[in-house]
């Protein structure tokens, strides 16, 4: 009997995860078309990372960024090269490892909070200051 209910019970976890797989799957893949440039932006935080691999939509290979929505406003995360450790546009090595107003100032950007010192994810408190993170990197050389 003990086992019957491991099964279902894994069975069911098991389903759960593929319909909410399948979610996320149907949502990145609406944000991936409506994406202009290289800066996609999501609603909610979603496993999007393999799907903008996998897709066959055009805009996949533009995107540079994602912004979504995080603990504490708004998070960036630069999206990697497929099979490599490093990321399509990185962001300035000098942003690198500094928050608060330290990062404030040097980007000029007012809700700022963080940028990792390895560079891949970085942080404002509005989606809008995350979008100008984004094109900052984008028009700055590292």
């Known amino acids: 009997l003990e086992a019957a209910i491991f099964m279902e019970m894994a069975f069911n976890k098991i389903l759960e995860n593929a319909i909410s797989t399948a979610k996320a799957e149907n949502l990145v893949k609406k944000a991936i078309e409506s994406t202009k440039g290289n800066i996609m932006i999501l609603d909610q935080y979603l496993p999007w990372l393999n799907f903008i691999f996998t897709s066959d939509c055009p805009n996949?290979?533009?995107?540079?960024?994602?912004?979504?929505?995080?603990?504490?406003?708004?998070?960036?995360?630069?999206?990697?090269?497929?099979?490599?450790?490093?990321?399509?546009?990185?962001?300035?090595?000098?942003?690198?490892?500094?928050?608060?107003?330290?990062?404030?100032?040097?980007?000029?950007?007012?809700?700022?909070?963080?940028?990792?010192?390895?560079?891949?994810?970085?942080?404002?408190?509005?989606?809008?200051?995350?979008i100008k993170l984004c094109k900052l990197a984008s028009e700055t050389k590292i």
């Open 60 to 130: 996949a290979r533009n995107i540079e960024f994602v912004v979504f929505p995080a603990r504490r406003g708004y998070n960036f995360q630069c999206v990697p090269i497929p099979r490599s450790k490093d990321v399509k546009h990185p962001v300035p090595i000098s942003w690198r490892g500094l928050d608060g107003d330290a990062l404030k100032e040097i980007t000029g950007v007012k809700t700022a909070t963080f940028c990792h010192p390895e560079g891949f994810i970085g942080g404002a408190e509005t989606q809008e200051d995350a």
